[in-house]
């Protein structure tokens, strides 16, 4: 369901009106998998303010990530976090709130963060060059690992065997073989990823519980398949997306130099305010999906929506993010001096029950590692990523990001 739009882009950008900054809007535009999930009937939503009243409001069913399938699969068990409703998915964000908590992320990641992007800085300037998407990988998984509570294997091996299941979009059209192939290596994987990985961690927590996601799960009395279903959640969910973001925003900053000069002298706070505007104008997860539990209706734009029950809504996160009325002018571009109220309604991080908790965490620990990249001398693109798409986050995949020192 498209909205009728007082605003459109063009309007609000009147002395540029043909300028589009989005790096993976042509991609975007070219996906044909959003069209073939409504294929089977559905709305679909490109409002903001529609979009964060549907995600508010409570009658709804996950209907995204492959949700309903593996609802199927998992129905008598635990299901993850991302998949829950109701009062079993709200005891679960409470009781798990404290791994998220302002304070812990800036107090107890902070270290790690530091520590981690230290090592990976020296081993790019050793190398003298590196593919930028290996090392948000190796960011973003050891950060994601240490709360989760994936600790007890090898980092390099979880994030070959993460990256191998997560990544899907830069070959849209597979042969047969292929598609075997890819499944069998997949097979394979998950196995590895569940004994090297999961189940190392269970057993040590069994013994000893910590302050992380899998010592609550067993607490909860989760079986290991519950749990490792909850891991490759949080794999999905805190590692590959805070990747992608990573490379996003340093393919931006290092084709402005004024702008990386910015983020560099600006404190935490300007360097997360920049941030921001680019996950804004480039979503990771483009799209969110829920399924009406119950008839709805909303008041939207003096108008009154109706959605019946069972009905698939397909919320366009791209086009929330560009609604001029949450966005303000010129919504195409990246403008970090854009009104900061207007940059609090980016959809980015999803909205209502399920609003990602590990916002905090992605934003800071972006900004630690890209304030070390972008600082060191000599740094420079050789290379800009290849632009994949992924048809389960509906978003970008950027990979072969070649930078260099010197
Ligand atoms: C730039 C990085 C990230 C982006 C763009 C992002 C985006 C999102 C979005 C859009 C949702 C909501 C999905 C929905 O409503 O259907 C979500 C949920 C979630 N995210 Fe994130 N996320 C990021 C990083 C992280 C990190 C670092 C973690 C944890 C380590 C994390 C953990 C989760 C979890 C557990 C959920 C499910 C919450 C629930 O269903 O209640 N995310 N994320």
């Not at 979009?169 to 990823?193: D, P």
Request: proline share 4%; with cysteine.
């Amino acid at each position: 369901m498209s909205q009728p739009q007082v605003l459109t882009a063009e309007a609000v950008c009147p002395y540029q009106p043909g300028v589009d900054e989005r790096k993976s809007a042509a991609a975007a535009a070219a996906s044909d998998a959003r069209a073939k999930k409504l294929s089977n009937g559905g709305v679909r939503v490109e409002s903001f303010a529609l979009t964060r009243k549907i995600l508010r409001s409570g009658g709804t069913r996950q209907a995204g990530f492959m949700a309903e399938l593996v609802n199927k699969a998992t129905a008598k068990g635990s299901q993850p976090v991302l998949f829950q409703e109701g009062d079993v998915h709200q005891k679960q964000r409470i009781a798990t709130a404290r791994f998220f908590a302002p304070r812990v992320v800036t107090s107890r990641y902070r270290d790690l963060m530091n520590s981690l992007g230290d090592r990976l800085m020296e081993k790019l300037k050793t190398q003298g060059k590196a593919d930028l998407s290996d090392l948000s990988l190796d960011m973003a998984v050891a950060v994601a690992a240490e709360i989760i509570g994936l600790t007890d294997g090898s980092l390099v091996g979880m994030s070959k065997r993460l990256n191998s299941f997560f990544t899907g979009g830069l070959k849209h059209k597979m042969t047969r073989f292929e598609r075997m192939t890819n499944f069998i290596s997949s097979q394979y994987n998950l196995l590895g990823f569940f004994w090297l990985d999961v189940k190392p961690a269970i057993r040590a927590r069994r013994k000893a519980p910590k302050e992380d996601v899998i010592s609550h799960l067993i607490s909860q009395g989760y079986s290991d398949t519950e749990i490792l279903t909850e891991c490759m959640t949080y794999g999905a969910a805190g590692m590959v997306t805070t990747r992608e973001f990573i490379v996003m925003c340093a393919w931006h900053l290092l084709e402005r130099d004024a702008l990386k000069a910015e983020f560099v002298a600006t404190d935490e706070a300007g360097r997360i305010a920049i941030l921001e505007e680019i996950l804004r104008l480039e979503p990771v997860v483009g799209a969110l999906y829920r399924r009406a539990a119950k008839d709805l209706s909303f008041e939207d734009n003096g108008e009154t929506i109706h959605i019946p029950a069972g009905t698939l809504i397909d919320m366009d996160i791209r086009a929330a993010n560009s609604d001029p009325i949450a966005a303000g002018e010129c919504p195409f571009q990246l403008k970090p001096e854009r009104d900061t109220k207007a940059l609090l309604g980016s959809m980015s991080f999803g909205d209502g029950n399920h609003r990602c908790p590990g916002a905090a965490v992605a934003l800071q620990e972006s900004a630690i590692f890209l304030e070390k990249l972008l600082k060191i001398p000599g740094l420079h693109a050789v290379k800009p990523p290849n632009l994949g798409w992924n048809t389960l986050t509906v978003g970008y995949e950027l990979r072969d990001a070649i930078i260099a020192v010197g």
